[in-house]
């Protein structure tokens, strides 16, 4: 079955700093990948997704993310931060049905 | 379309008790699914559904869980009797196509159980 590790569980960056959350998944086939962030009490939103093409995808809020087959990666990028980025981002694949998340990188954002 | 609706929003409930969450999905996705999230687990899947009928449910923590879909317009995710260690936020997600579109999330419903 397919799965995602994040290894950061918490990152600090400062407000207009660049920004990557790390994401590395396992799967056997081409994979579908995602993001997702989620605000506190709210439930999770699509940020972007990978199906195949271009490595490089572009999301909502100025995200981006790299898909990276030698390495197994899909790192979420934002070349400056703004303080409404404060959430938990979530990294995701999806297999034949289903879509298996990872454990989440929380993201606080200084002033 | 409003979105993915849950209720309750918030439950609190003593050790024991049974406890109903309800979920409405999207018109026309043909896929729900039931997460659990948790500080110490983070996002489980708990429990699928495609065209109403359970797919996977080997992510039910137990036989204390169960879920229903008695049609396309409404799951419910039982626990009972409910224990302490059950407290958490439970997610109800639809989609049309899961492995190629997107998932869709309600707001979630948090329960403590004390």
């Known amino acids: 079955a397919q799965s995602v590790t994040q290894p950061d569980i918490h990152i600090t960056v400062s407000e207009g700093a660049s920004l990557e959350l790390r994401c590395n998944y396992s799967y056997g086939a081409t994979p579908y990948l995602f993001w997702y962030v989620q605000s506190p009490g709210q439930g999770l939103q699509l940020l972007l997704k990978?199906?195949?093409?271009?490595?490089l995808v572009q999301g909502i809020k100025g995200f981006e993310a790299e898909f990276k087959r030698s390495q197994s990666s899909f790192n979420l990028r934002k070349p400056s931060v703004h303080w409404s980025d404060a959430a938990e981002y979530f990294c995701?694949?999806?297999?034949?049905?289903?879509?298996?998340f990872g454990a989440g990188t929380r993201l606080t954002v200084k002033p | 379309d409003a979105g993915v609706i849950q209720s309750p929003r918030h439950e609190v409930t003593e050790m024991g008790q049974e406890v109903t969450l309800r979920c409405k999905p999207i018109s026309g996705h043909d896929y729900l699914f039931w997460y659990r999230q948790t500080m110490m687990r983070g996002l489980e899947l708990l429990i699928y559904?495609?065209?109403?009928?359970?797919?996977?449910d080997s992510g039910m923590p137990e036989d204390r869980f169960s879920a229903k879909m008695p049609n396309a317009s409404f799951s419910t995710l039982k626990i009972q009797p409910s224990e302490p260690r059950d407290s958490a936020v439970y997610f109800c997600?639809?989609?049309?196509?899961?492995?190629?579109?997107?998932?869709?999330f309600g707001e979630g419903s948090r329960l403590t159980v004390l």
């Open positions: 559904f495609n065209n109403n009928v359970p797919i996977d």
């Open positions: 995701a694949v999806a297999g034949p049905r289903d879509m298996r």
């Open positions: 990978y199906f195949s093409g271009d490595t």
């Open positions: 997600a639809s989609s049309h196509r899961p492995n190629t579109g997107e998932l869709f």
